[in-house]
């Protein structure tokens, strides 16, 4: 056989192969959106990460900078790690080393310096963005709590952060996205293929493909954590690399139950719906009046053309996913749909407030924010449609913090599919 990592063939609920993903992606995309996404407008995302965690007691001791290392061992939690059910306390165990507990405070916290600009800059733009006339609610992020952080200075990868609570964390978005009275609680491994009425096969196509781009970002995440691994540390230096066992650990089938092709295809299967959904929101850009408003007119133009290019790229590729399937049914039916979606995503976000390592908290609460607006794009197409020329219309509206949130959590995705190639073949040379 070809092995795991040479997936071939079509995915599930969609006509398009994988091969051609592969290669539409190193080639035309990845160069374009890494550009992109070191453009001073997409690289200060606004986000609160000091909301406490609204469901559980915070227990994650680790993240806090100047923590006291008593405590520490015993919770020494790696965002997102696959660890099934059993397995997670003898991790948690593996690591009661305070030397951990002390690295994961360091790699988790994040660095605040914002290079480029200045308070009085960001007021700027917080008045430019407010004169936009934007009709949609604010969400929590534009609360007087959130800070502005710079993407660049703060990579997601590798940062120590594992155990029991970051189980629960997923534990808690698997459950949320399975569409059940709040009232049913039952532990979700997702290691384990459902059986009974949980999330399955027998879900309907919209609550499935749900499923699927839960666990695409899943995948996603732990894919940076193996490439962008500590792999060691010394004079004042960090060496940082792909980790291949840490990789199989993951996603070898051997090793997961045979889960692991199953979580890369919903890798591939959440990159072509937020695919589809940039090719879809191209028109709302187009408009003259649409600018990335960063104060310096020279910038923002470049950024609001690369931007374009990066569109038609997009609508270049040959075989859209067609989210008509996914969005079918009654008017009625797909209104409620959207509002469903768009509370769990809300609360997908609250749940993001749980993880107890800053670092963490800020990326998982970015590439929630872009799944949920590229759901939002393809929910609104009509509106997007017959969007007025040259004004902004009460329909539909996206705000700097969508549009940062839709770029980077795609970038991330585009990444993920990059590093798998990497992957390949540091495991063909260890065969």
């Known amino acids: ?18 091969e051609s993903i592969d290669v539409f992606n190193n080639f035309k995309i990845y160069p374009h959106i890494q550009k992109l996404t070191e453009r001073d407008y997409f690289r200060y995302y606004r986000v609160n990460l000091n909301r406490p965690c609204p469901f559980w007691a915070d227990d994650s001791h680790c993240s806090i900078k100047d923590c006291q290392v008593e405590p520490c061992p015993e919770v020494t939690n790696a965002l997102f790690s696959f660890y099934p059910c059993g397995q997670y306390s003898q991790v948690a165990n593996a690591n009661t080393d305070i030397v951990d507990c002390e690295q994961a405070q360091d790699l988790g916290a994040i660095n605040s310096t914002l290079s480029n600009y200045s308070k009085e800059a960001f007021e700027d733009w917080a008045r430019h963005d407010d004169a936009q006339d934007h009709f949609c609610e604010l969400d929590d992020e534009t609360s007087p709590d959130a800070d502005y952080v710079d993407l660049l200075l703060n990579p997601e990868r590798y940062t120590g952060y594992k155990g029991p609570s970051a189980w629960r964390v997923w534990n808690s978005i698997y459950e949320e996205n399975c569409f059940k009275p709040r009232s049913v609680y039952r532990p979700l491994n997702p290691l384990v293929p459902p059986r009974g009425k949980g999330c399955s096969s027998s879900l309907c196509l919209e609550k499935r493909v749900f499923y699927r781009l839960i666990s695409g970002l899943h995948s996603s995440i732990n894919i940076h954590l193996c490439a962008e691994y500590l792999l060691a540390e010394g004079w004042g230096k960090s060496l940082w690399g792909p980790n291949v066992q840490e990789f199989r650990q ?9 889960e692991g092709t199953r979580r890369l295809k919903n890798l591939y299967f959440l990159y072509l719906i937020e695919l589809r959904a940039l090719s879809k929101v191209a028109p709302y850009f187009d ?22 290019q990066f569109f038609n790229e997009t609508k270049a590729f040959p075989m859209h996913f067609d989210e008509k399937s996914m969005f079918a049914g009654q008017k009625i039916e797909a209104k409620t749909l959207k ?6 995503f809300k609360n997908i976000s609250r749940i993001m407030d749980c993880v107890g390592c800053s670092k963490c908290r800020l990326w998982g609460k970015l590439q929630t924010q872009g ?11 009509k509106e997007i449609k017959n969007l007025p020329e040259h004004s902004p219309s009460k ?37």
């Not at 092995?3 to 006509?15: A, E, I, W």
């Not at 996603?251 to 997961?256: G, V």
């Not at 509002?339 to 769990?344: G, I, M, S, V, W």
């Not at 990444?415 to 073949?425: G, P």
């Open 371 to 381: 799944l949920g607006t590229a759901l939002k794009i393809l929910f609104s197409e």
């Open 287 to 308: 408009r003259a009046f649409v600018n990335l408003y960063t104060g310096d007119r020279q910038e923002d133009q470049a950024s609001k053309e690369l931007l374009l």
């Open 339 to 344: 509002e469903e979606f768009r509370l769990h």
């Open 250 to 258: 993951r996603f070898d089938p051997a090793e997961t139950k045979g």
């Open 395 to 431: 329909g539909f509206q996206l705000t700097r913090q969508e549009i940062v949130a839709l770029l980077n959590g795609f970038g991330r995705l585009s990444t993920s599919i990059h590093q798998l190639h990497s992957f390949r073949a540091l495991l063909k040379e260890k065969r």
């Open 1 to 18: 056989g070809k092995g795991y990592l040479m997936l071939t063939g079509v995915l599930d609920d969609c006509f398009c192969d994988i």
